[in-house]
């Protein structure tokens, strides 16, 4: 009776697993964070254009973060920021700073197949920094691009 009983409900459980979850092409993300040069903290910068690829998005947002997708048809992908950021000084005058950067980063694109509902996925990983125009240090901090917000590269400004 007992052995009935774990066969039925291993069978019921079973068609819960039939749908796979296929993941989105937002997992492709390189998330880049502005910290001040001098304190280290989040630095909220007001992005004017952002350009990557043949897309360009304007905005007028005052973010200390952003979110950008990698192009997994390619090896590297080029972001190219136009911005202004208020900085502090020494003597503690502010200054607005209008600037237009550029960050290259590389990474391996790997096709994985999930199921034959999802079909091929590219999935792009082991990121790197190979190039940026900022004045200051920009970091890679962690080299899996995901959906979280975890932080891929930190720019000081």
Not at 25 to 44: D, E, V, Y
């Amino acid at each position: 009776m007992r052995f009935l009983l774990v066969c039925i409900v291993a069978l019921l459980l079973s068609g819960c697993l039939s749908q796979p979850d296929c993941p989105g092409p937002a997992s492709n993300m390189a998330q880049i964070s502005f910290k001040n040069n001098r304190s280290g903290k989040a630095q909220a910068i007001d992005i004017s254009m952002l350009e990557f690829g043949s897309k360009y998005f304007l905005t007028a947002d005052s973010v200390s973060s952003v979110s950008i997708p990698v192009n997994p048809f390619t090896t590297e992908t080029t972001f190219i920021i136009n911005y202004t950021a208020i900085l502090k000084s020494l003597a503690n005058i502010d200054s607005t700073v209008t600037k237009r950067d550029t960050i290259t980063v590389g990474y391996s694109v790997q096709n994985i197949i999930v199921s034959t509902d999802c079909g091929a996925y590219l999935l792009c990983k082991d990121l790197l920094l190979k190039y940026s125009s900022f004045k200051n240090e920009a970091k890679l901090v962690n080299n899996q691009l995901s959906t979280r917000a975890t932080v891929n590269i930190t720019i000081k400004l």
